[in-house]
Nanobody, 119 residues
Framework: VQLQASGGGLVQAGGSLRLSCAASGRTFSGYAMGWFRQAPGKEREFVAAISWSGGSTYYADSVKGRFTISRDNVKSTVYLQMNSLKPEDTAVYYC?????????????WGQGTLVTVSS
């Protein structure tokens, strides 16, 4: 599956952004999908994941209650709605296929999208 994230940008603290990840290649609906992020000088970390059906979602504690992951299997797209953004959410965000329940990425990384939250 080839992945392309988009929707990043500059936003003030407390604002919102919606990221999209378009998939192509193998059958998108057969995969659990996730979002990860990498801040400057830090390791890439898990943010959120969603099962292939969309029936189950998983979140890192740091974003729980603020971020919502969803997917549209007809459009082969996964979304990340980010509300109440904080400066510490600044990072490059990547989407990926993931394994459930380990929430680990597999299959390579697509191009990320930069989110910058100003204080």
């Amino acid at each position: 599956v080839q992945l392309q994230a988009s929707g990043g940008g500059l936003v003030q603290a407390g604002g919102s952004l919606r990221l999209s990840c378009a998939a192509s290649g193998r059958t998108f609906s057969g995969y659990a999908m996730g979002w990860f992020r990498q801040a400057p000088g830090k390791e890439r970390e898990f943010v959120a994941a969603i099962s292939w059906s969309g029936g189950s979602t998983y979140y890192a504690d740091s974003v729980k209650g603020r971020f919502t992951i969803s997917r549209d299997n007809v459009k082969s797209t996964v979304y990340l709605q980010m509300n109440s953004l904080k400066p510490e959410d600044t990072a490059v965000y990547y989407c990926a296929t993931v394994r459930i329940p380990t929430l680990t990425q597999f299959g390579g990384w697509g191009q990320g999208t930069l989110v910058t939250v100003s204080s």
